[in-house]
């Protein structure tokens, strides 16, 4: 009754700034309510749940040499040769995302039977990093899914890293810092690899890690969890191949005209930084997904939260 409003006014505020341009230089107030206006549609958006089905096709040749934007594939009824992954991000429990409904995503991800469900950081906000049972009763859903179930570490997860790596455990999921593992799918065996989340020295930290990993032949793909996609620039790629980089932490941008159908958002208006979907350079693929959770104000304006399905077709050559 008090956090949300809060939020939702100091968050319009922030976002009024042209419209307090316009107030300065034309003194007429006349237009000032539109941002609170779109500040209480994006509370409202944070609430609506619609599922996706991400289609990314390994076998595109499309290899831009400098990383960019990329189209999804059309979907297909075959799915004989197609990896199904759920991915879960940046649920940042706490006020903006509860027990009760991280526990219902988790469940619905469960339900859906998809070869690997990959976590990929920032489980936490400050308000839930106190204790253990929090984040593991949260995830309770996924605990009989073991041996399917991988995360990697986000940059939040470190503002309480025994909490999050103890409750990951208490729910039989596998947490892969700087390591690869090796899972066995109803289409053969998949390396699954988690990137650690590196503030400072990033750069040589990567490339001692992936340097590091086993050189696996027998297997029908190679995906990774990254997540800052930013850090993908920061890794020597041809030191390991990888189908495909599965990332978060952006939250798509959390504004911008993705619910018109449209891809940009302020990221992209003002960085050429990967902000969501598929991206490529050379012959890697990068996902980034928008998120399903908050870490500040609680709105969405125009980029909505994500749970979807992602489908892999497999290169034919493996």
């Known amino acids: ?78 799915n004989n040769d197609t990896l199904q992954i759920i991915q879960l991000t940046d649920p940042h429990l706490g006020p903006y995302m509860s027990v009760a409904r991280l526990q219902h995503i988790c469940k619905n991800a469960v339900d859906k039977q998809p070869d690997l469900i990959l976590l990929t950081g920032d489980f936490l906000t400050m308000e839930s990093k106190s204790s253990v049972q929090i984040l593991s009763q949260s995830l309770q859903p996924l605990k009989d899914y073991s041996g399917k179930v991988f995360a990697c570490m986000g940059n939040h997860d470190y503002e309480a890293p025994e909490i999050v790596k103890t409750a990951l455990a208490n729910n039989n999921i596998t947490l892969l810092i700087d390591e690869a593992q090796i899972v066995q799918t109803q289409l053969g065996p998949v390396e699954v690899i988690g990137f650690d ?55 798509g941008g959390l504004m911008g005209l993705v619910s018109l159908g449209l891809k940009t958002t302020v990221i992209s208006l003002f960085s050429k930084s990967p902000d969501h979907g598929l991206w490529g350079i050379d012959d890697t693929k990068l996902y980034v997904h928008r998120g399903t959770g908050h870490y500040g104000f609680p709105f969405r304006l125009g980029v909505p939260t994500e749970h979807s399905v992602i489908k892999v077709r497999l290169k034919k050559s493996k």
């Open 1 to 78: 009754m008090i956090n949300w409003p809060g939020q939702w006014f100091l968050g319009a505020t922030i976002i009024a700034f042209p419209w307090a341009l316009w107030l300065l230089f034309f003194n007429s107030a006349d237009f000032l309510y539109i941002p609170y206006i779109l500040g209480l549609i994006g509370i409202l958006q944070n609430f609506r749940i619609s599922e996706e089905c991400i289609v990314i096709d390994l076998n595109d040749n499309a290899q831009p040499s400098q990383l960019s934007r990329l189209e999804l594939a059309p979907p297909s009824s075959n």
């Open 197 to 251: 989340s590196h503030a400072k020295d990033r750069k040589l930290k990567l490339s001692k890690a992936i340097k590091s990993l086993p050189n696996e032949k027998n297997i029908i793909a190679s995906i990774a969890m990254l997540h800052d996609p930013t850090h993908l620039s920061d890794l020597p790629l041809m030191n390991h191949p990888i189908d495909l980089y599965l990332s978060g932490h952006t939250h």
